[in-house]
């Protein structure tokens, strides 16, 4: 692989202080996962320090490390291989503009209160048919994540997707100023992470940060099925924003969903997008990633490529681990489906999901693991509680819930409903295990600090795991 960064590229751009020449093939920042050839950054967080593992870094074959001046006296030895700078933070931040200064390709910057991931995801898989095509890594959408993922992108790459999160105001406005986009996308607005936030009056309003960095001429992709999309379409037009494609179902929808059909691990989708209509499949299942493709596919027209021939790539968009992955789990006498969702849980998804297995209505009884939506503030007793309404008017056979604040979801479901409620991951395991039956739907999901991949690690200690159903339609919406 040629070179990311030099040291002749660091000095010029003063970044820092050079000792010796060195060429670079990559950018770390955790020193348990250097490659060779790497550029180390040390960072200084509350719970570490990256100083302390720059040898260690080095010696795992990274070329050279940025330093913060006031420490690198700890680091005589290495004298030669450090870049000496005053914060490393900042330096980061240069190298992550820099990365974006530097590069030829074609931008898109996604946000939203859910589907970032997913979408980004589906995205890189199909630009990368049309050339070479870089994205966020995971989760990393933050204030470290996005500079990082500037830094590692290829000068010649065409394509660059990038993922921007908050925690507050103003962050996704910084991210995407440093990204800027050529096309922002907008997945949805909705309460999650009100934690940080006073209203979703609010959220709406750092989403729309997004636009602040779009380049001159670009394409704002936006939700038409939210009361916030005026709100939206007005905050664009502030930025000076003339170019809007909206996506949902909505009649004035650029992109619209027609009407889709479930089948076991597959959603097919009938669509018009500015005017073609379009028939195409995902191996994923749900009205909201249907409609989450819209904007897939818009972003593909935005970024000036063909949508026709994109839709046909669709099919192999599939959920990843703790995002909607499905996995067949067997032992003797009993197949049955499980849906890992355990990255991440909001009031907002949790309905999506509960939403999207009952429509599958393919399964012999719909089992329902849930654990804490975490980062709900002072309501997140009552949004507990409040996920009995749509549990009631679905198609769920029983709910284990895990965690103190689903403890009252469980209290207010009648007790045919109620499967267990623990405060115990293997406990809870151990009493789903003993009532799984053939053909039972599995759903897993809460938030990741409720670490609900440990009831799916206790399945795995029980059942093996084999390849997903063969698909089949069973129904349809329109």
Not at 45 to 54: A, M, N, S, T
Not at 199 to 204: E, K, P, Y
Request: with cysteine; net charge neutral; glycine share 8%.
């Amino acid at each position: 692989m040629g070179s990311l960064w030099t040291s002749s590229s660091i000095s010029n751009a003063n970044i820092g202080r050079v000792n010796d020449y060195w060429e670079a093939s990559g950018v770390s920042i955790d020193s348990r996962f250097i490659s060779k050839g790497d550029l180390f950054i040390a960072l200084k967080g509350p719970q570490f320090d990256g100083h302390e593992f720059v040898i260690e870094a080095l010696e795992k074959g990274a070329v050279a490390a940025i330093v913060n001046r006031q420490l690198s006296s700890q680091l005589e030895s290495v004298k030669k291989r450090l870049v000496i700078v005053e914060d490393t933070y900042a330096a980061l931040d240069k190298l992550g503009a820099l990365g974006r200064e530097n590069s030829l390709g074609k931008f898109i910057a996604i946000t939203g209160s859910v589907g970032k991931t997913t979408t980004k995801d589906t995205l890189k898989l199909i630009l990368s048919k049309y050339g070479s095509s870089h994205a966020t890594y995971g989760n990393q959408n933050n204030l470290i994540g996005v500079p990082l993922t500037l830094s590692r992108m290829p000068r010649l790459n065409k394509f660059g997707i990038f993922e921007l999160g908050m925690n507050k105001p103003g962050e996704i406005q910084s991210l995407s100023k440093l990204v800027s986009p050529d096309v922002v996308i907008i997945t949805k607005i909705a309460g999650v992470h009100t934690e940080f936030f006073s209203s979703v009056d609010q959220i709406a309003s750092a989403k729309a940060e997004i636009f602040d960095g779009l380049v001159s001429g670009g394409v704002a992709i936006i939700p038409s099925d939210t009361k916030y999309f005026d709100m939206l379409i007005s905050l664009a037009r502030e930025k000076g924003i003339s170019k809007i494609i909206s996506f949902g179902e909505s009649l004035k929808s650029n992109a619209r969903l027609l009407s889709y059909s479930i089948s076991r691990n597959r959603t097919n989708i009938e669509a018009c997008i500015d005017g073609e209509n379009l028939s195409y499949s995902i191996s994923m299942v749900g009205k909201h990633l249907a409609i989450n493709s819209l904007a897939v596919l818009a972003g593909v027209k935005a970024i000036g490529e063909d949508i026709k021939d994109a839709s046909k790539e669709m099919i192999n968009a599939k959920s990843s681990p703790g995002r909607g992955m499905r996995v067949l789990f067997y032992s003797e006498g009993i197949n049955f489906t499980l849906i890992d969702e355990t990255y991440n849980a909001s009031p907002i998804s949790v309905n999506a999901l509960i939403k999207s297995i009952s429509e599958e209505n393919v399964y012999s009884r719909n089992i329902l693991v849930l654990g804490d939506m975490l980062e709900l503030g002072q309501e997140a007793e009552q949004l507990h509680r409040d996920l009995s309404t749509i549990i009631l008017s679905s198609k769920i056979n029983l709910v284990f819930t895990f965690g103190p604040l689903m403890k009252n979801l469980f209290d207010v479901l009648p007790r045919e409903l109620r499967g267990y409620h623990s405060n115990n991951h293997h406990e809870l395991a151990q009493i789903l295990i003993k009532n799984i039956k053939n053909n039972d739907c599995v759903a897993i999901k809460g938030s990741s600090g409720s670490q609900m991949v440990k009831i799916i690690e206790g399945l795995r200690l029980f059942f093996k795991e084999a390849e997903v159903l063969r698909d089949k339609i069973i129904g349809s919406s329109q």
